[in-house]
Nanobody, 124 residues
Framework: QEQLVESGGGSVQAGGSLRLSCVAS????????AGWVRQNPEKDREGVAS???????TYGDSVKGRFTISRDDTKNTLYLQMRFLEPEDTAMYYC??????????????????WGQGTQVTVSS
């Protein structure tokens, strides 16, 4: 059974940092596109970052320069390093894997497997 399990969420003050991890089981992360999506009850679901099999990355405009997505296929793990966190970053963060296309240098992830989410709360 394919599973993704996120960890690393928590509560921090504005300006702080967190690193999220997502471990894949039941399938190999290598060969798959992967990414992070966040959902705040008061906002639409938002794509945060995506990474293709060659390491090309794309970020949402609101997190560019603050967040970094990376992958370690030897550990079957996807990461999201988040710095300079803002209250607006408060959301449930989900990792996802699937296929992707790269158009104009932008990595578009089509998710087929989702994690259960990890909550990030940023206080002002």
């Amino acid at each position: 059974q394919e599973q993704l399990v996120e960890s690393g969420g928590g509560s921090v003050q504005a300006g702080g940092s967190l690193r999220l991890s997502c471990v894949a089981s039941g399938h190999a992360l290598s060969g798959l596109c992967a990414g992070w999506v966040r959902q705040n009850p008061e906002k639409d679901r938002e794509g945060v970052a995506s990474i293709d099999v060659d390491g090309h990355t794309t970020y949402g405009d609101s997190v560019k320069g603050r967040f970094t997505i990376s992958r370690d296929d030897t550990k079957n793990t996807l990461y999201l390093q988040m710095r300079f966190l803002e209250p607006e970053d408060t959301a449930m963060y989900y990792c996802a894997t699937g296929n992707c296309s790269v158009v104009g240098g932008v990595v578009h992830l089509t998710p087929s497997t989702w994690g259960q989410g990890t909550q990030v709360t940023v206080s002002s």
